[in-house]
T-cell receptor, first 112, second 116 residues
Framework: GESVGLHLPTLSVQEGDNSIINCAYS??????FIWYKQESGKGPQFIID?????DKRQGQRVTVLLNKTVKHLSLQIAATQPGDSAVYFC???????????FGTGTSLTVIP | EAQVTQNPRYLITVTGKKLTVTCSQN?????MSWYRQDPGLGLRQIYY???????DKGDVPEGYKVSRKEKRNFPLILESPSPNQTSLYFC???????????????FGPGTRLLVL
C-alpha cells in the first residue's frame, strides 16, 4: 500500500539554527503534500502545503522542498525557536483519490 | 472562531458496547475525515467525506462507521468496540481535499478512547 515516512524519529537543534526535517513517500502518483506540527496534547496544526508540480514553496520561516525524482520532501525551519519544539508530520494525498497518508513523525527539540 | 469540536474528549468503555464520537465544524467545510493516532504508527485515516451524503473508506475502516447527514457534523460510530480500537482519535475538516493551495485542514482536540 501507499506509505509516507519520516527519516528521523527525533531531531535536536540549537535555538537560532535552521532545522531540516525529511520525509519520503512511496506513491509517485501522490499529487499534494502537507506538513503539520503537533504539540503535546493537541491536534495537528497545518504548516504549509505543496503540489506535485512544484519544487519549492515558502511560508513564514518555513520552506518545503519537493524532489519527485527520489520521492522526497523536506521542511526547513529558519531560525528555530523554542516554540517550534513539537512533532512534525508530512502527509501525502493519494493520486487516485482524496485519501491522505501520514508519516510517523519527527520530534523536534529546540535547545535554548 | 473557526474550530472543530469533538465529544467526548475521554472515554472508557467495555468491549461490545456501541459508542459514538461526535465531530462538528463551524466553517462550512466540504471535506471531513477521521484519523486514529497510535504510537509508532502515526496518523491513519479511517473514513473521509467529500460532502453531505458522500463518504469513503480510508486506510483503516474496519470496525467503524460514519455518516454525513449534515455538512457540519461527521460522527464516528463504533458498533462493537474491541480493545484494538483503543487509540487517540482526531476529526479534521478543510474546505476541500486540497483543491486550493494553502487550504488549511483543521483538526479537533482529539478523543482518547480506552476499550476494556
Amino acid at each position: 500500500g501507499e506509505s509516507v515516512g519520516l527519516h528521523l524519529p527525533t531531531l535536536s537543534v540549537q535555538e537560532g539554527d535552521n532545522s531540516i526535517i525529511n520525509c519520503a513517500y512511496s506513491n509517485s502518483a501522490s499529487d499534494y503534500f502537507i506538513w503539520y506540527k503537533q504539540e503535546s496534547g493537541k491536534g495537528p496544526q497545518f504548516i504549509i502545503d505543496i503540489r506535485s508540480n512544484m519544487d519549492k514553496r515558502q511560508g513564514q520561516r518555513v520552506t518545503v522542498l519537493l524532489n519527485k525524482t527520489v520521492k522526497h520532501l523536506s521542511l526547513q525551519i529558519a531560525a528555530t525557536q523554542p516554540g517550534d519544539s513539537a512533532v512534525y508530520f508530512c502527509a501525502g494525498r493519494s493520486g487516485t483519490g482524496n485519501q491522505f497518508y501520514f508519516g510517523t513523525g519527527t520530534s523536534l527539540t529546540v535547545i535554548p | 472562531e473557526a474550530q472543530v469540536t469533538q465529544n467526548p474528549r475521554y472515554l472508557i468503555t467495555v468491549t461490545g458496547k456501541k459508542l459514538t464520537v461526535t465531530c462538528s465544524q463551524n466553517m462550512n467545510h466540504e471535506y471531513m475525515s477521521w484519523y486514529r493516532q497510535d504510537p509508532g504508527l502515526g496518523l491513519r485515516q479511517i473514513y473521509y467525506s467529500m460532502n453531505v451524503e458522500v463518504t469513503d473508506k480510508g486506510d483503516v475502516p474496519e470496525g467503524y462507521k460514519v455518516s454525513r447527514k449534515e455538512k457540519r457534523n461527521f460522527p464516528l460510530i463504533l458498533e462493537s468496540p474491541s480493545p484494538n480500537q483503543t487509540s487517540l482519535y482526531f476529526c479534521a475538516s478543510s474546505l476541500t481535499s486540497g483543491r486550493y493551495l494553502g487550504e488549511t485542514q483543521y483538526f479537533g482536540p482529539g478523543t482518547r478512547l480506552l476499550v476494556l
